[in-house]
């Protein structure tokens, strides 16, 4: 777990690193953690250029071509406005492991500069923010799946949970061993499908029995894992990225 | 090379250089502030929470429990130094007890199957506890050997309340054994036992199925006139 | 040689993704497994509940990188310290050497049967079978040990042998090998084994037992248990044969308390064992029990190689508690004897590929999600997810190449596949323009998808990419800058 932030002040102005999974699969949740920035009266930059953080080769051990990548984000974000990024999983890769990519290399102390803006979206919002929503939705139960990455990585298992409970008609159930992995973890996930799938077998089951209606995330590789095995199943329990479930409720 | 100067050698000409020691801060396991009342208190509460048993005693008659216990417990023949004054005032006042007193000191060798068979219980005295844990700490003697603690179905151990340390580190630290440690050290938690067969303990799988701890207050002891 | 006890279950790293299927598919397996993780991650839980986790957690790290630090040195001064009290050191560089001391010493000793104590590195170096072949039966006296023995396997857990066993099965195995009555009752299988065991402990002509703490400043070593068979092994036979990997060292006595505690919590949730047990020379003279010689060996086995590297010196800190493998989710689904070494779990996947080499371990380092609970409950904090991407980095070759196999999944087609990525992810305009058309062709998007379609429904690239969202949604800022443009573009 990285040691505690020390949060700065509300800024004028951040940068949104949107992660390639969401630039992919689940653009809306990009643009739903722009507007929860923007009505918070903070302007979002968004660097064009920005494509991956590098991650799925980082954890593959191909570290030469990480680091390319890598480095090529460290460019985009040359004033010193944090860096908010809706993933867990990107969040701590570039938090934790951008400063290890480049010790010792000529970009060292850019990557321990970068790194030490990078937020991820709900801590962002709990920390910095101190948002206050009003829940306009409708009563239901839901469960929060907080990446392990985010848990442990950047030791965030509570904002999720901080920011649904600010929901008034929303319950926030907790399914059982919800700090367990729900066995994405990138590649792992297609080089060992069968544990990967007995760990998502369990999941699933957990958040049903929970009673939750619906599943909230802050990470779409697990809402990819999770949400697909619910659909495998033809399940109605359906995952949602908490920036697009917040928006949702209070707009 | 000899395997010995081959693996010092690899260790010391480490490939990334040497490495800094850092120093250590023991604050976490020392200074508990207990009294010797919350102390005792601790020390029963965690030896009879893995079923050893505890006894209440004045120092100056503790071997009216002790026979109690045996009597109690079925004791038919109690191995036992004899030099240690706890051994010396438990021979004098068991002497027609009815109770068959074993010796001890005599090599192993001579009587190991009667150890093994035939001995109901070993007394020892101890040398202190530790209250956060609820350990007996022992160094066997000549006197009280290694295993007369170890075969016996039960072990009586005569602790003095007066004795019970905070924390293994201040046992360590205050007894001075960085100055000379035994033959053999022991701290003793409770009656042995398993929990191999799917979790679920079981007791007195190789050293005794019961521990039962005399504790000698100076005066009287607690609950009695 | 492989060094596997004829007739014993054969499990190896290289078929894991079968062992794993294998134990994936057996019920009681995951059943046994799941009911004795979930116990031991809720006895550890609240068996800190009155400590400053963190700040004993840190202490426990110092400890054994001072001692880590030092090591040739604190060698050194314990092996002065034994040989003074009369413990006579022997060094091995690798397993087999270990195997033939200790024989040499029972052989010397016209040793028929020897009888042990709990030794994760006498199952590494499978001292057993290296006994039997030269005819000295080796019999394990730690109960789980025992068990597994007489079911002819290996250990599936290093601190608890036989977790993959239920009640049921334990009756049969004791039933079939010994003539117990078949039963639930606990108490009297573990009565039986007593009895058992006893016989032979009084038999044996020498005692082996592992070594939890080796400590240089008295040359004393202390060994952890529960049951008495460590104390049995270590004190009624006439010869005590200690065997330890040379990372167990710690420098002061005073370093053995946090250590300890860290250790009976970590393992399995106590406060403290049945007993500690603290030995620092053979019988002296007066003495009346014990045994009149006692050795040391020191094993290497790869240590030295793990130590001569930073990242991976951290590796060697382990003091061996299992609470890494109790809170992993792959181990907990798999069971220890799918790793197919003496180590499973995480510690097993960042130490085996030392021990045997990458090309035998190769699957080990990725069989993991990276989720970090070991690492979060490791009492000397080893930093195990990153160890685990640092072998993969080894595995493929782009690491310093300190692990012996380093490169053995580097594939061509791998290779190609990332520098595509990196190619892609490093040109903005074709990575745009490249998503966008996975966008366009979404349709195409294959039902299956390898693996992970086997499983789960496949991911299905939205419309648009979160790019040319942003750049819709700026441009509509830009002429209209006072409009709620957000809410209209739903």
Not at chain 2, 31 to 52: D, Y
Not at chain 3, 120 to 131: D, G, K, P, R
């Amino acid at each position: 777990m990285t040691a505690v932030k020390l949060y700065p002040p509300r800024p004028d102005k951040v940068y949104l690193f949107g992660t390639c999974l969401i630039d992919l699969f689940y653009p809306e949740a990009g643009m739903d953690a722009i507007r929860l920035l923007e009505r918070e009266g903070i302007e979002v930059l968004f660097p064009e250029d920005q494509t991956c953080c590098g991650q799925p080769a980082y954890g593959s051990g191909y570290h030469d071509e990480a680091r390319a990548v890598a480095a090529a984000q460290l460019d985009l974000f040359p004033e010193p406005w944090p860096i908010v990024v809706p993933s867990g999983s990107c969040g701590g890769m570039m938090r934790t492991h951008y400063p290890q990519l480049f010790a010792g290399s000529d970009l060292e102390a850019k990557a321990e500069e970068v790194a030490g803006r990078v937020f991820e979206l709900t801590e962002f919002l709990v920390h910095v923010c101190h948002l206050d929503l009003e829940d306009r939705g409708e009563p239901e139960k839901v469960a929060m799946h907080t990446s392990c990455s985010a848990r442990r990585e950047m030791g965030l298992a509570e904002t999720g949970p901080a920011l649904l409970a600010q929901l008034g008609q929303v319950e926030l159930v907790e399914q059982a061993r919800a700090a367990e992995c729900c066995g994405f973890g990138g590649t792992f996930a297609v080089r060992h499908p069968e544990v990967s799938a007995a760990m998502v077998e369990d999941k699933t089951q957990a958040i049903e029995a929970s009673g939750a209606k619906r599943f909230v995330t802050s990470d779409c590789g697990c809402m990819m894992n999770i949400g697909g095995r619910f659909e495998k199943l033809n399940k109605p329990i359906q995952g949602e990225h908490i920036a697009s479930y917040l928006w949702r409720r209070t707009s | 090379m000899s395997a010995r100067n081959a693996i010092l050698k690899r260790l010391r000409e480490r490939l990334d250089g040497p490495l800094s020691a850092p120093e250590s801060d023991f604050s976490v396991v020392t200074g508990r502030g207990w009294s010797q009342e919350e102390r005792l208190a601790r020390f029963e509460r965690w030896i009879t929470s893995v079923h050893g048993e505890v006894v209440h005693a004045s120092h100056d008659d503790w071997t009216r429990p002790l026979a109690e216990v045996l009597a109690d417990k079925g004791v038919r023949r109690l191995a036992l130094g004899k030099q240690h004054p706890v051994a010396a005032e438990a021979r004098e006042a068991l002497a027609d007890a009815g109770v068959e007193l074993v010796e001890v000191d005599r090599d192993i060798e001579g009587w190991q199957q009667e150890q093994f068979e035939r001995v109901d219980a070993g007394l020892t005295s101890t040398l202190g506890a530790i209250a956060e844990t609820g350990s007996l700490w022992l160094w066997p003697t000549p006197d009280e050997p290694r295993l007369i603690s170890l075969v016996p179905p039960l072990h009586i151990a005569v602790l003095d309340a007066d004795t019970v340390e905070e924390t293994f580190f201040d046992v360590v630290e205050r007894h001075g054994w960085a100055n000379g440690m035994p033959t053999n050290a022991l701290l003793i938690s409770g009656p042995s036992k398993t929990a191999d067969i799917e979790q679920t303990l079981a007791y007195g799988v190789h050293g005794p199925r019961e521990l039962v701890v005399i504790v000698r207050h100076a005066g009287t002891a607690p609950g009695e006139a | 040689m492989s060094g596997q006890t004829p007739g014993v279950q054969t499990y190896t790293p290289r078929e894991f993704h079968r062992q794993a299927h294998d134990a994936l598919g057996n019920p009681q397996i995951r059943a046994n497994f799941r009911k004795a993780m979930d116990g031991l991650m809720s006895k550890r839980r609240d068996s800190f509940d009155d400590w400053d986790l963190e700040t004993l957690r840190e202490l426990g790290a110092n400890i054994r990188l001072r001692a880590l630090a030092r090591l040739p040195d604190l060698l050194e001064q314990l092996e002065a310290n034994c040989e003074a009290n009369g413990i006579r050191v022997h060094w091995a560089e690798d397993g087999e050497e270990a195997c033939r001391i200790i024989r040499e010493i029972c052989e010397s000793h016209g040793a028929r049967s020897v009888i042990k104590g709990k030794s994760m590195v006498s199952e590494e170096m499978h001292l057993n079978a290296h006994l039997e072949a030269a005819g000295i039966e080796a019999l394990e006296s730690d109960l789980g040990e025992y068990l597994v023995q007489l079911n002819e396997q290996t250990p599936s857990h290093i601190i608890m042998p036989a977790i993959h066993l239920n009640t049921d099965e334990i009756s049969e195995i004791m039933h079939e090998k010994t003539g117990t009555e078949r039963t639930r009752d606990v108490d009297y299988m573990t009565a039986a084994a007593r009895q058992q065991l006893r016989e032979r402990f009084m038999a044996a002509d020498v005692g082996i037992s592992g070594v939890n703490f080796a400590v240089a400043e008295t040359g004393t070593l202390c060994l952890v248990e529960n049951e008495g068979n460590g104390r049995m092994t270590t004190t009624v036979p006439p010869v005590h044969i200690a065997v330890t990997g040379i990372e167990k060292v710690v420098e002061h006595l005073r370093d053995v308390p946090p250590l300890y505690a860290l250790l009976t919590r970590s393992a399995t949730g106590q406060h403290v064992t049945t007993y500690f047990n603290m030995i620092s020379s053979p019988r002296k003279e007066g003495e009346h029990d014990g045994p009149k010689e006692v050795h040391l060996v020191l094993v290497d086995s790869g240590r030295s190689r793990i130590y001569q590297d930073d990242e991976l010196l951290d590796t060697l800190r382990c003091i061996r508690c299992g609470a890494c493998m109790n809170h992993c989710p792959v181990y907990t689904r798999v069971g220890g004897h799918t790793y197919g070494t003496t180590y499973p779990g995480p510690i097993g996947s960042i130490l085996s590929p030392h021990l045997m080499g990458l090309e035998e371990t190769k699957d080990l380092p990725t069989a993991s999600s990276l989720c970090g609970a070991c690492g979060e409950v490791c009492p000397v904090k080893i930093p195990i997810p990153d160890l685990l991407v640092r072998l993969r980095k080894e595995s493929v070759g782009e690491g310093r190449g300190n692990v012996p196999g380093a490169g053995i999944k580097r594939t061509r087609r791998e290779v190609a596949a990332w520098k595509g990525f990196q190619w892609l992810a490093t040109h903005p305009g074709a990575w745009r323009s490249g998503t966008a058309l996975a966008g366009k062709l979404r349709a195409l998007t294959p039902a299956k998808l390898g693996a992970w379609t086997d499983y789960r429904t496949a991911p299905k690239p939205a419309g648009t990419t979160l790019h040319a969202l942003v750049k819709r949604h700026q441009a509509s800022k830009s002429h209209e800058p006072n409009s709620k443009s957000h809410e209209e573009e739903r």
